[in-house]
């Protein structure tokens, strides 16, 4: 069964950082196209940041372009998203999932940006 478990997040003041983990189970992640994801309350889910199996290709939604880093661990099956420099408008429960997303999405890891 596919599987995502999402983890790393926290409350945090603006301009700090934090690093979310996902660990996925159930599928072969090293061939799959990864993406994060986040909703906040009120609002429809939107991608984050995605990358590629290799990780060569790499692109990121306009709002956290030049703050977010997605990366990945192919042996350890866990993506990555160390948050810089984070803002009041990036609070939302963050989620990793396939590109197209599965439907056995996560438990999410809740990300609160405030003062």
Do not use: H
């Amino acid at each position: 069964q596919v599987r995502f478990v999402e983890s790393g997040g926290g409350l945090v003041e603006p301009g700090g950082s934090l690093k979310l983990s996902c660990e996925t189970s159930g599928f072969d992640f090293s061939d799959f196209d990864m993406k994060w994801y986040r909703q906040a309350p009120g609002k429809e889910r939107e991608w984050v940041a995605r990358i590629i199996p290799l990780g060569t290709y790499i692109r990121y939604a306009d709002s956290v372009q030049g703050r977010f880093t997605i990366s990945r661990d192919n042996w350890k099956s866990t993506l990555y998203l160390q948050m810089n420099d984070l803002k009041p408008e990036d609070t939302a429960m963050y989620y990793c999932n396939w590109y197209t997303p599965n439907n056995n999405w996560g438990q999410g890891t809740q990300v609160t940006v405030a003062s």
